[in-house]
């Protein structure tokens, strides 16, 4: 009997799952097992973009989604206000002028619409880079059309999402918002209160706002925080005021360039 062509004889081995190469295996890559190499990557690639763009700090911009431009008057003066401050930090803060290659203060959102959107606009406004961390919901989240293409991520982990959100952050500032702020806040919060992170400036924009939705003095009150754990955070009216908080703060403002320098797409 004569043996099948080559071709033939091995072609439940070539076929096999188990012979694909493990880069190229899109089943193994997302079983369970590979949890934690997802995680590596979700790490890694964001993180080489950002080197590329030499971002080296963050003001990172939290604030509701579900705010517009064109929505109620209050919902409107909001959108106004974060894409100011938007605009206020990428021309006052170090991402328009690279010192040295590198950008200070560049804003970074949640990447969606609403609020996230109007910071993301305020950067575009003043033609500085600006990040947008997206999150993979079951209600798909669209990017917004503001955050700059190449440093527009779309993570599946809010761990790693949160990491990124965090690991350059010279100060946050947040906006209304609802469910997704305040986790967002708060684990901002809980860093700063324990000491698990550095230290920054974290700014609530609309007291009244913030006050009505959380009551911290209850807080308080009840022996649930010390007092002095309610001065880690101030509360700032508008735009320029949470800019000139942050410059009391001492945020890093590098001085500009004798002449301006233009933005120009780095070598990925």
């Known amino acids: 009997m004569t043996s099948p062509p080559k071709a033939e004889a091995n072609r439940a081995q070539l076929q096999s799952a188990s012979y694909r190469l493990a880069a190229l295996d899109q089943e193994f890559l997302l079983g369970d097992s590979m949890r934690g ?15 590329a763009w030499g971002v080296r ?12 431009e064109d929505g109620p008057a209050q919902h409107a003066e909001w959108y106004r206000q974060a894409r100011a401050f938007g605009r206020i930090v990428s021309e006052r803060g170090g ?76 100060a946050l500032v947040v906006f209304p918002g609802g469910f997704g702020t305040l986790d967002e806040l708060f684990e901002i919060l809980t860093l700063k209160q324990t000491g698990k992170a550095v230290p920054i400036p974290i700014l609530l924009v609309n007291e009244d706002y ?35 908080i942050l410059e009391q703060h001492k945020v890093t403002v590098p001085p500009p360039p004798s002449l301006p320098e233009q933005i120009s797409k780095p070598a990925m």
């Open 37 to 51: 190499v997802r995680f590596l990557l979700e790490y890694a690639k964001a993180e080489e973009a950002m080197r």
């Open 57 to 68: 700090s963050t003001i990172v911009v939290f604030g509701s989604a579900r705010v517009r």
């Open 95 to 170: 991402a328009l002028h690279p010192d040295g290659g590198l950008r200070d203060n560049v804003i970074v959102t949640g990447g969606g619409p609403g609020l996230m959107e109007a910071a993301n606009r305020g950067a575009h406004d003043a033609g500085a880079p600006s990040i947008g961390f997206n999150i993979t919901l079951p209600r798909e989240q669209d990017p917004n059309p503001y955050s700059t293409p190449e440093l527009t991520f779309r993570f599946h982990y809010f761990a790693m999402r949160k990491m990124h959100l965090a690991m350059r952050a010279n």
């Open 210 to 244: 913030w006050r009505g939705v959380v009551n911290f003095e209850q807080l308080l009150s009840m022996g649930m925080v010390a007092e002095e754990e309610l001065r880690i955070f101030e509360f700032a009216s508008n735009a320029e005021a949470a800019w000139s």
